[in-house]
């Protein structure tokens, strides 16, 4: 196999040739120790012990040796020495475990921080082992796996030190500039981090990250927790109804602010708002309204007090505010006797939309909900005013 001839003539150029041979055929061979799944010792190293045995014992550390399957890897590693005998060289010392890495090195992997015997290889996979050789080591080289994509079990392995890991794949690490958020402390992390693969080799913190990383770093984490994340105060809302009325009644030349528009535009209207945000409780006091208006150009700001205004005045010279929670019907809630004198309905979006009166009585509770205003000075407002001056004697009710 490939992987194996990367090991011999490796091995080989290093003068590591005799135990690289035994390996390739221990490897290339079915397991000459016998266990019952899950409790043999998958480590490689018991295995060149046991080749380097003169004699052929039936048990090995307690576990049963497949004398016919020990026979044919001890003559096939001969067989490669004497093969490749011209070939080797003196170079480094390096270990079983090097020797195997060097067969797979997609199946180096590190130890996962407070799992004794659970790593994660240089592929992204997961993988584990019982057994008291692998449980403590940081790092594994694993041979032979069960096939379970997600978190196969060794069964063919050796613990690796991290300088060996340094020696034979230093010059393929990766090193990069990572800003992305701490979900468990709610806070921007930004570090410089060395990789081998999936395999994170260190960690650094970065002082001075660039803009444009920490403003990704925080949009990803708003399109992950939807707008709801940001401080939408009372003003903040009112701002984007108002939007959303004037989007749904003059045209697409008012920005759409439902959610989906707002998160697929995100970068534009919200990024640069985003300076000096690294925490979540930075996040939840961000006021959207000021990067809401920064999507309007400079004739629909002056435009949207006309064609939305956020109060109207009535009769008595209050200013009463206008709710647009329904974009397709804008409510004025204000108590009847404020409205006398006012013969017709007002109308906004240019004269296009008919405010929805909901007429209160002095109470504040709701007698008449009308669009029509005038409509109801000549008819309803003749059977609520005999209502209301029966509850409300003190207060006037003319008959014009």
């Known amino acids: 196999h490939p992987r194996l001839a990367h090991l011999l003539l490796t091995a080989a150029d290093q003068g590591e040739l005799p135990v690289a041979a035994r390996l390739a055929a221990l490897l290339e061979e079915r397991d000459i120790l016998r266990a019952p799944p899950g409790q043999g010792d998958p480590d490689l190293r018991l295995r060149l012990e046991l080749l380097a045995e003169r004699s052929t014992p039936p048990m090995y550390h307690g576990l049963t040796v497949d004398r016919g399957t020990l026979h044919r890897v001890r003559e096939a590693a001969k067989d490669w ?116 693969g999936a395999i994170i080799m260190e960690e650094k913190p970065l002082r001075t990250p660039e803009p444009a990383l920490i403003q990704g770093a925080v949009l990803e984490r708003v399109r992950r927790l939807g707008l709801g994340r940001l401080h939408w105060g009372e ?42 945000v690294r925490r979540g409780a930075d996040l939840a006091r961000l006021d959207p309204g000021p990067p809401l208006r920064g999507m309007l150009d400079w004739d629909q700001r002056r435009q949207l007090e006309e064609l939305a205004p956020t109060h109207l005045p009535v009769p008595t010279g209050s200013r009463i505010r206008v709710d647009y929670s329904d974009p397709e019907a804008p409510v004025l809630a204000v108590r009847l006797q404020e409205v006398f004198g006012l013969t017709e309905t007002p109308r906004i979006a ?51």
């Open 235 to 276: 003003e903040s809302l009112a701002l984007r109804q108002r939007l959303a009325f004037c989007h749904r009644h003059l045209g697409s030349g008012w920005p759409a602010v439902d959610d989906d528009a707002l998160l697929s535009r995100l970068d534009q209207w919200l990024g640069p708002a985003l300076t000096g």
């Open 350 to 400: 240019g004269g296009k939309v008919p405010i929805t009166m909901h007429l209160l009585s002095p109470a504040q509770r709701p007698v008449q909900v009308t669009r029509d205003l005038a409509g109801f000075w000549r008819s309803s407002y003749f059977d609520v005013k005999k209502e209301m001056k029966g509850r409300y004697p003190k207060h006037h009710w003319p008959d014009d």
């Open 81 to 196: 020495e004497r093969r490749l005998r011209r070939r080797a060289a003196a170079g480094p010392a390096l270990s079983p475990a090097a020797l195997v890495a060097l067969a797979f090195p997609d199946r180096v992997g590190i130890r996962r921080a407070g799992q004794g015997g659970r790593f994660l290889l240089r592929n992204g996979q997961g993988a584990f082992s019982e057994a008291p050789s692998l449980i403590r080591a940081e790092f594994v080289v694993a041979a032979e796996l069960d096939g379970n994509p997600r978190d196969s079990r060794i069964w063919l392995g050796a613990p690796l030190e991290r300088a060996e890991v340094v020696a034979l794949f230093g010059s393929q690490f990766e090193e990069a500039d990572v800003v992305g958020w701490d979900e468990q402390a709610d806070t921007l992390l930004a570090v410089c981090r060395t990789r081998l």
